[in-house]
């Protein structure tokens, strides 16, 4: 069995497991979140708990078990508490501000870049620009938000200027050495 695959989601108060067929829709006071369940995994609700169990032993079978698992336990947590990522902007001059339902970062190009969130993700701007929250009760797509604005001016290597998530190392080259 899956380590991860064979232990019980519990459901937390105010929230709603709904299963029909190969649909699992978890609903909470943060939203609501449907999965899709590959053929072989069966999702049952017992008590206050899901249990995810598998049809065989395939290779396919034992990912999907543990996958799935996963994908449930993180939407039960999602439409319940959320989830956030913080992103740090760090360059002299590199900033970032809200204005009405943009973001807009000031990352040393000719232009500044208006970003605007997608439906279910929040943002705010935190420490004067060089800090970016971001909200969102879908793990998946916050984690997809995250990486497109770090994608707009990832770190660079020798002074790790640039917008890096908060718990990131970079690790940094030595600059030219001196001709001998």
């Given at each position: 069995?899956?380590?991860?695959?064979?232990?019980?989601?519990?459901?937390?108060?105010?929230?709603?497991?709904?299963?029909?067929?190969?649909?699992?829709?978890?609903?909470?006071?943060?939203?609501?979140?449907?999965?899709?369940?590959?053929?072989?995994?069966?999702?049952?609700?017992?008590?206050?708990?899901?249990?995810?169990?598998?049809?065989?032993?395939?290779?396919?079978?034992?990912?999907?078990?543990?996958?799935?698992?996963?994908?449930?336990?993180?939407?039960?947590?999602?439409?319940?508490?959320?989830?956030?990522?913080?992103?740090?902007?760090?360059?002299?001059?590199?900033?970032?501000?809200?204005?009405?339902?943009?973001?807009?970062?000031?990352?040393?190009?000719?232009?500044?870049?208006?970003?605007?969130?997608?439906?279910?993700?929040?943002?705010?701007v935190q420490e004067k620009g060089a800090r970016i929250m971001v909200k969102s009760h879908d793990k998946q797509l916050l984690g997809a938000v995250a990486a497109e604005l770090r994608g707009f001016r990832p770190p660079e290597p020798y002074k790790g200027k640039g917008i890096r998530y908060t718990d990131e190392k970079i690790l940094q080259k030595e600059g030219k050495?001196?001709?001998?």
């Amino acid at each position: 069995m899956s380590r991860i695959g064979k232990l019980p989601i519990s459901i937390p108060k105010g929230v709603d497991v709904t299963i029909t067929g190969d649909q699992v829709q978890v609903k909470g006071k943060l939203g609501t979140l449907t999965e899709k369940i590959p053929a072989g995994i069966t999702v049952e609700k017992d008590n206050n708990q899901i249990l995810v169990k598998r049809s065989g032993d395939t290779i396919q079978l034992r990912a999907d078990h543990g996958r799935v698992r996963a994908v449930l336990a993180n939407h039960v947590k999602g439409v319940s508490e959320g989830f956030t990522r913080t992103l740090d902007i760090v360059g002299v001059g590199y900033r970032c501000e809200m204005k009405g339902k943009y973001l807009v970062l000031t990352l040393g190009y000719s232009h500044p870049i208006y970003y605007e969130f997608p439906q279910g993700v929040t943002g705010e701007v935190q420490e004067k620009g060089a800090r970016i929250m971001v909200k969102s009760h879908d793990k998946q797509l916050l984690g997809a938000v995250a990486a497109e604005l770090r994608g707009f001016r990832p770190p660079e290597p020798y002074k790790g200027k640039g917008i890096r998530y908060t718990d990131e190392k970079i690790l940094q080259k030595e600059g030219k050495a001196k001709g001998k």
